[in-house]
């Protein structure tokens, strides 16, 4: 049958999806081979699905014969979120400039947080995300502040899904991350020190929506030296982060939230 969907359970659609799936945790070329391996499709049906791809422009396919991310790709995946993220740019920018730290914009996609935005610090932090990339949301500032602003259900499912070790600091228990979680919430901000990797702490707060439910998150993240008075910024990180609601305010939360699916990608 065309496209090899004999296969029992596995649509055209899906072969390719699992093809371009590899590319999310997998950033350096990969092999024909590998991506057989990686996918458990046949050879022959990576083979043709593959040089598809590369003819439309989702993959490039190098001198070695190895796979990556075409440019068409790249650049169709710069419409996603496009609007809240030029709207926010300026101010992630300014927040950056005004703290000299690493400044980022998050929403939540799934049970990840989904980084739309980021301004680097020149400070050497090592990095554990990028523009695109995702981090679980219990283990991140950003993350923490949109779980705890989520509905209860949401919240609920995520916390009893099972809840990664990204680093051996990261808070898995799903009673003790509920009560940091109401702390979050309570406080309007949320901190980690070493969640995802040695050497790194973040701070974060909300960015609201006029319709209600939190819209997205900010946040600084710094080496783990300051973890001791991350909270000076917080005067700043809420400027900015009012800033960001008073831009995005005519954007329907809907735009915004047709990420969010628990569990989802």
């Not at 929506?209 to 030296?225: E, F, N």
Request: proline share 4%; with cysteine; glycine share 10%.
């Amino acid at each position: 049958m065309a496209g090899g969907a004999s296969e029992p359970g596995r649509s055209v659609t899906s072969k390719v999806l699992s093809i371009l799936e590899v590319f999310e945790t997998h950033l350096r070329p990969l092999s024909q081979g590998q991506i057989v391996e990686l996918t458990g499709l046949p050879q022959s049906t990576a083979h043709r699905l593959l040089s598809e791809l590369v003819t439309w422009g989702a993959l490039y396919r190098d001198d070695n014969g190895r796979y990556q991310v075409g440019m068409r790709l790249w650049e169709l995946g710069q419409h996603a979120g496009r609007q809240l993220r030029e709207l926010s740019r300026p101010f992630i920018q300014d927040l950056h400039s005004l703290t000299r730290e690493t400044a980022q914009l998050a929403i939540r996609d799934g049970s990840d947080a989904l980084y739309i935005e980021r301004v680097y610090s020149s400070k050497r932090v090592p990095r554990a995300s990028r523009v695109g990339g995702r981090l679980p949301l219990h283990a991140t500032a950003v993350g923490k502040v949109l779980l705890a602003y989520e509905e209860d259900w949401v919240r609920e499912a995520i916390l009893q899904h099972g809840l990664r070790a990204v680093s051996s600091r990261t808070h898995v228990d799903p009673g003790r991350l509920a009560e940091e979680l109401a702390t979050v919430k309570e406080q309007g901000f949320a901190t980690t020190t070493e969640e995802v990797r040695a050497g790194v702490c973040s701070i974060a707060v909300p960015v609201f929506h006029r319709d209600g439910p939190v819209g997205a998150s900010i946040g600084l993240v710094m080496a783990s030296a300051n973890s001791g008075n991350m909270t000076r910024h917080l005067q700043t990180l809420r400027g900015a982060s009012r800033q960001i609601e008073l831009a995005t305010d005519h954007i329907p939360l809907s735009t915004i939230l047709r990420f969010m699916t628990p569990g989802g990608k």
